[in-house]
């Protein structure tokens, strides 16, 4: 298809401009179910940039690798900032928008404008002691991210040592927001009102809408708190290398690390269990993790099925030619990085059978944007899912791997569930349901850690009657499932 010049900006080969385009609705069944047919038939229509609908309104969607690569590389040609938005500008996005309120959250996945790179500065500076393996803090939160596992792990086991459970629900889940507490520096488990409310604001539910405003107010409550008091945690190492930020613009960004450390990992977290256990039948996957290759198994991982399928919207800075169409000033552009990894042009040189798969991917984004947790969240995924392997002795899936229930938004795309048979690892005695975690057990499961680790502090983890009370812990409890 060839493009065309018109004085009115983004055109087709016929003259249309993106808003006369009528696209096809993208969130529909065939995305939730086969995402990569819709991708490849868009593809097949349109070329590497294709035109669709996000819940009636009109944006375009990047699937070309090399055009991916293009947006993502040139900050200044393709910014990011809602006020680049001409349809918004214009009054043509409904208020009543779903993607609205996620979008509207100004924090620095979304910011665009002078303001984004001081924020981004901090932000690096405020994640480099969680980030530097040999800074005292990256030691303590692997500690942290073992014990938080080990607990997990233990309440599942009071189901029996054998039986059935929901890895995603039980596991990937509640993991990475149980760290991001930590990270967050909240006292005891003050944090799990929180956490439950992060997740009703992903799953975007009826109770989404009050849940965000709970959450706000309580990640302002904390921001206050840290003011006066700071500590050695992520808000208060923000504050320190961005004094300027309000207290409402601190709230933003601590949503914006519990949504980065939260979703994006567990998906991770579970597609890398999913792939270890049903294998890709030339066993490779297996292999690299019987190798202590966890970091590369889940790199694979993310070529093929990335938790980010599409990056948040950036915006032409003028009219640009992009694949087969010419983008006008202010249009939305979204790259799906699901998409380009499927480009023929990248998939093709991608040599599936090698151990060592490519570092090419744009899963962490690419670019002076590229994600600035991504040490932080592949930390957390291979603590996580090497704890699973060596506390269970076996586990399989419930349910045949064509079989397992995906869901989609226009932004991630995870399991709903992993159902697994399970089998754990002959070990001490463990404690009742109303004490997932003593002092000594704690201790034997921050060993592994320990040997490698020159001495981290032992992390500061609530004691059993705060677990018991908070209503995460409640909900997991709720959870169990009697095995054998």
Not at 303 to 320: E, G, H, I, Q, S
Not at 391 to 412: G, K, V
């Amino acid at each position: 298809m060839e493009s065309q010049w018109g004085e009115s900006g983004a055109v087709g080969a016929d003259g249309t401009r993106l808003e006369e385009l009528a696209p096809e609705p993208l969130l529909t069944r065939d995305y939730e179910t086969r995402p990569s047919l819709v991708y490849e038939r868009l593809r097949q229509q349109h070329g590497p940039v294709a035109p669709v609908d996000l819940l009636g309104v009109p944006a375009w969607l990047v699937l070309g690798y090399r055009e991916a690569l293009q947006v993502l590389q040139d900050d200044d040609g393709w910014p990011k900032g809602l006020e680049n938005w001409r349809a918004r500008a214009e009054g043509e996005v409904p208020a009543d928008w779903p993607l609205g309120p996620s979008l509207e959250v100004n924090h620095v996945l979304i910011q665009g404008g002078p303001g984004y790179k001081p924020l981004r500065t901090a932000w690096d500076v405020a994640l480099k002691p969680f980030q530097d393996p040999g800074h005292p803090q990256a030691k303590r939160l692997k500690a942290a991210v073992t014990a938080y596992a080990d607990e997990l792990i233990t309440l599942v086991g009071h189901g029996g040592g054998t039986g059935v459970a929901d890895l995603s629900a039980q596991f990937s889940r509640p993991l990475p927001l149980m760290v991001a507490s930590h990270l967050l520096g909240f006292p005891g488990s003050q944090g799990d009102d929180a956490l439950m409310d992060m997740w009703r604001v992903l799953d975007a539910g009826p109770d989404a809408e009050p849940a965000l405003e709970r959450l706000l107010a309580t990640l302002a409550e904390l921001v206050a708190v840290k003011l006066k008091e700071p500590g050695d945690d992520f808000p208060s190492y923000l504050l320190a290398a961005h004094p300027d930020l309000s207290l409402d613009e601190l709230a933003r960004e601590l949503f914006m690390l519990l949504g980065m450390t939260s979703d994006h990992v567990g998906i991770l977290m579970s597609n890398t269990v999913v792939e270890v256990i049903s294998g890709d039948g030339d066993g490779s996957v297996r292999a690299s993790l019987s190798a202590g290759m966890i970091r590369e198994t889940m790199n694979r991982v993310v070529m093929r099925k990335p938790p980010l399928v599409n990056f948040v919207p950036r915006f032409a800075a003028k009219d640009t030619p992009l694949g087969n169409y010419t983008i006008r000033a202010g249009d939305p552009v979204w790259v799906s990085s699901a998409a380009a990894h499927a480009d023929p042009l990248f998939a093709d040189h991608v040599a599936a059978s090698s151990t060592i798969s490519t570092r090419a991917h744009l899963s962490w984004g690419a670019g002076p944007r590229q994600c600035p947790a991504r040490e932080l969240a592949s930390t957390v995924a291979a603590v996580g899912v090497g704890r699973l392997f060596e506390r269970f002795s076996h586990l399989d899936l419930a349910l045949p791997a064509d079989q397992l229930p995906w869901r989609s938004s226009p932004f991630m795309r995870g399991l709903r569930s992993l159902p697994v048979r399970y089998e754990l690892a002959s070990l001490p005695a463990r404690p009742s349901a109303s004490a997932p975690a003593s002092a000594p057990e704690r201790a034997s499961a921050l060993q592994t850690v320990q040997e490698s680790e020159p001495e981290p502090a032992e992390p500061v983890l609530p004691d059993q009657s705060a677990r018991q009370r908070s209503s995460l812990w409640r909900y997991l409890t709720g959870l169990i499932r009697p095995g054998r």
